[in-house]
């Protein structure tokens, strides 16, 4: 939190404190974003005092701004009636967004509580999964029939902008609500005003379907560079739109949640309460740890395999290296991951294409293992003043790092063939299984330099 905002924290805490009539005009005067921010910080029997101070238009947009855990503690303990009066404030999407997050009877009687007219349109949206199109889409756009005239959809503009999310987009329907057509104020602003709709629309729309990931809908509003994407039904049936900041929402969940799994840590961990027990931070990362330490333990078996072999003073130089052979395989592994996992997430790597980039990723372990085994070859003779053993350091690394580049790119590819998401191949596992990998390489290439040149 920068300087500001801490000293607008001391500020909103010191008149909670007072409980005088400063509050609400201090209040008034924060961006919605901002207040959010200061309202997180807060217990929660403030937060509930900072909301009775604001109206409910303020309310509705701090309360979006709030993760969905944080909205429905705040709407259960507000009440019924300030609730529904905040709900009714907020956009369908958000309201359902925030309602899917209560159980059936909480949710049931907050809408029982709403106008018909706006309990209607929510309970329309929570029919639709929510990390789908349907489930992000807001049901406030503007729509003009083809067969209107410039003027007339000018006309319907001033009726019903003022109940419109966005009005960046005029999309065009039929008489049975078929999407059929798109078209911009600038084209509505510079037409004839006996111009049909129908001839300046362009008919040419970039659609998602009602049941499309959201991931891939907010991938199409970039790709595309939109403000807003329409949803369609399997008729083309104009059902709403998903608006660009939605889309960044959905980007940033999805970015945070897979660098979460990547390190085998699940997004209800980075979004717990930071007062909460330490069990409850341990409880859910337990088992990656203790399945990783058996793996790990299969690299302790490949060098006992080994030692036999070697007298304890050989032994002990060959453990010198240990970290580095471990260090520099898991990192490059790492690093192929990081590049495969956000390629699929993007749509820049296709499925198709598993075999371009895993040979591209091995070509690239190829040159960094060349340049680094020699650097390593060089630093350990002289360090040990043994060619031998740098040999062995030098070759082994050479060898690990295209093995490592190349399981690093093919993991999250397989993932990805079976349906199972890139981002659950993550950073410890992928890096534990090249520990595996590279303590095989190393004491086996040492077997044989050593015990048999």
Same mark, same amino acid.
């Given at each position: 939190?920068?300087?500001?905002?801490?000293?607008?924290?001391?500020?909103?805490?010191?008149?909670?404190?007072?409980?005088?009539?400063?509050?609400?005009?201090?209040?008034?005067?924060?961006?919605?974003?901002?207040?959010?921010?200061?309202?997180?910080?807060?217990?929660?029997?403030?937060?509930?005092?900072?909301?009775?101070?604001?109206?409910?238009?303020?309310?509705?947009?701090?309360?979006?701004?709030?993760?969905?855990?944080?909205?429905?503690?705040?709407?259960?303990?507000?009440?019924?009636?300030?609730?529904?009066?905040?709900?009714?404030? $907020?956009?369908?999407?958000?309201?359902?967004?925030?309602?899917?997050?209560?159980?059936?009877?909480?949710?049931?009687?907050?809408?029982?509580?709403?106008?018909?007219?706006?309990?209607?349109?929510?309970?329309?949206?929570?029919?639709?999964?929510?990390?789908?199109?349907?489930?992000?889409?807001?049901?406030?756009?503007?729509?003009?029939?083809?067969?209107?005239?410039?003027?007339?959809?000018?006309?319907?503009?001033?009726?019903?902008?003022?109940?419109?999310?966005?009005?960046?987009?005029?999309?065009?329907?039929?008489?049975?609500?078929?999407?059929?057509?798109?078209?911009?104020?600038?084209?509505?602003?510079?037409?004839?005003?006996?111009?049909?709709?129908?001839?300046?629309?362009?008919?040419?729309?970039?659609?998602?379907?009602?049941?499309?990931?959201?991931?891939?809908?907010?991938?199409?509003?970039?790709?595309?560079?939109?403000?807003?994407?329409?949803?369609?039904?399997?008729?083309?049936?104009?059902?709403?739109?998903?608006?660009?900041?939605?889309?960044?929402?959905?980007?940033?969940?999805?970015?945070?949640?897979?660098?979460?799994?990547?390190?085998?840590?699940?997004?209800?961990?980075?979004?717990?309460?930071?007062?909460?027990?330490?069990?409850?931070?341990?409880?859910?990362?337990?088992?990656?740890?203790?399945?990783?330490?058996?793996?790990?333990?299969?690299?302790?078996?490949?060098?006992?395999?080994?030692?036999?072999?070697?007298?304890?003073?050989?032994?002990?130089?060959?453990?010198?290296?240990?970290?580095? $052979?471990?260090?520099?395989?898991?990192?490059?592994?790492?690093?192929?991951?990081?590049?495969?996992?956000?390629?699929?997430?993007?749509?820049?790597?296709?499925?198709?294409?598993?075999?371009?980039?895993?040979?591209?990723?091995?070509?690239?372990?190829?040159?960094?293992?060349?340049?680094?085994?020699?650097?390593?070859?060089?630093?350990?003779?002289?360090?040990?003043?043994?060619?031998?053993?740098?040999?062995?350091?030098?070759?082994?690394?050479?060898?690990?790092?295209?093995?490592?580049?190349?399981?690093?790119?093919?993991?999250?590819?397989?993932?990805?063939?079976?349906?199972?998401?890139?981002?659950?191949?993550?950073?410890?596992?992928?890096?534990?299984?090249?520990?595996?990998?590279?303590?095989?390489?190393?004491?086996?290439?040492?077997?044989?330099?050593?015990?048999?040149?």
């Amino acid at each position: 939190m920068h300087v500001e905002q801490q000293q607008n924290l001391n500020r909103l805490q010191e008149l909670l404190a007072r409980g005088n009539g400063e509050l609400a005009a201090f209040l008034r005067e924060l961006h919605p974003a901002d207040l959010a921010e200061l309202v997180e910080e807060l217990p929660e029997v403030h937060r509930v005092q900072v909301f009775r101070h604001l109206g409910a238009t303020q309310a509705a947009l701090v309360l979006g701004e709030l993760d969905p855990e944080t909205q429905a503690a705040l709407v259960q303990a507000l009440g019924a009636r300030r609730a529904r009066d905040i709900l009714e404030e $907020m956009g369908a999407d958000d309201a359902a967004d925030l309602l899917a997050e209560l159980g059936p009877e909480e949710a049931g009687r907050l809408l029982g509580e709403m106008k018909a007219e706006d309990a209607a349109e929510v309970r329309e949206l929570l029919h639709y999964r929510p990390d789908t199109a349907g489930g992000l889409m807001t049901k406030e756009f503007v729509a003009v029939h083809a067969e209107m005239t410039a003027q007339e959809a000018i006309d319907h503009l001033r009726q019903v902008a003022p109940e419109a999310e966005t009005i960046y987009y005029v999309y065009v329907v039929d008489r049975s609500d078929h999407l059929v057509g798109v078209l911009s104020l600038r084209d509505l602003i510079v037409a004839r005003p006996d111009q049909l709709v129908m001839e300046i629309m362009r008919r040419r729309v970039v659609s998602v379907r009602y049941d499309t990931d959201q991931e891939e809908v907010a991938r199409v509003i970039a790709k595309y560079d939109l403000l807003a994407v329409p949803v369609v039904d399997h008729e083309n049936r104009l059902l709403g739109v998903v608006t660009v900041d939605d889309a960044i929402d959905v980007l940033e969940e999805e970015t945070t949640e897979d660098a979460l799994r990547m390190s085998a840590i699940t997004p209800d961990e980075e979004s717990a309460d930071p007062r909460a027990g330490v069990w409850a931070l341990v409880r859910p990362r337990l088992p990656w740890l203790v399945a990783l330490l058996f793996l790990e333990m299969l690299a302790g078996k490949v060098i006992e395999f080994f030692q036999g072999g070697f007298d304890p003073a050989t032994l002990g130089l060959l453990a010198v290296f240990i970290p580095v $052979m471990a260090g520099e395989a898991g990192n490059g592994a790492t690093q192929a991951l990081a590049v495969v996992v956000r390629g699929l997430a993007t749509g820049d790597i296709h499925p198709r294409e598993v075999l371009r980039v895993v040979w591209r990723e091995f070509r690239v372990g190829l040159v960094a293992g060349a340049i680094a085994g020699a650097l390593l070859f060089a630093v350990a003779s002289l360090w040990h003043r043994n060619i031998l053993l740098g040999l062995v350091a030098g070759l082994a690394l050479a060898v690990n790092l295209p093995v490592a580049k190349t399981l690093g790119a093919l993991f999250p590819v397989l993932l990805h063939r079976l349906g199972i998401d890139p981002a659950v191949a993550s950073g410890p596992f992928i890096t534990t299984l090249t520990d595996v990998t590279a303590m095989l390489t190393y004491f086996g290439i040492a077997a044989f330099v050593l015990l048999h040149l």
